[in-house]
């Protein structure tokens, strides 16, 4: 294959795990806010789950920059 096709595909995936990290960290981060008024500890542990999801963003950031400069 054509380098240049391999980046069109990696850049492809690469942005689709982008999007979904990044609903996961909106959706966790209200879903804590939501939970604190029901119970605190299930807020707390959802706002633990936004701190993975946040650096589950980073990591792809960093992997994005890597490969494409």
């Known amino acids: 294959m054509d ?6 595909q990696t ?5 689709r795990w982008e999007l ?3 609903a996961m960290l909106f959706l966790t981060l209200f879903a804590g806010f ?3 008024y029901v119970a605190i500890p299930l807020g707390i542990t959802f706002f633990c789950l936004s701190g993975m999801c946040f650096l589950g963003f980073i990591a ?6 890597w490969y494409h400069g």
Do not use: A, D, F, P
């Open 3 to 8: 380098k240049t096709v391999l980046i069109e």
């Open 11 to 15: 850049s492809k995936r690469l942005k």
């Open 20 to 22: 979904i990290v990044t």
């Open 34 to 36: 939501g939970l604190l």
């Open 60 to 65: 792809v950031r960093i992997t994005i920059w």
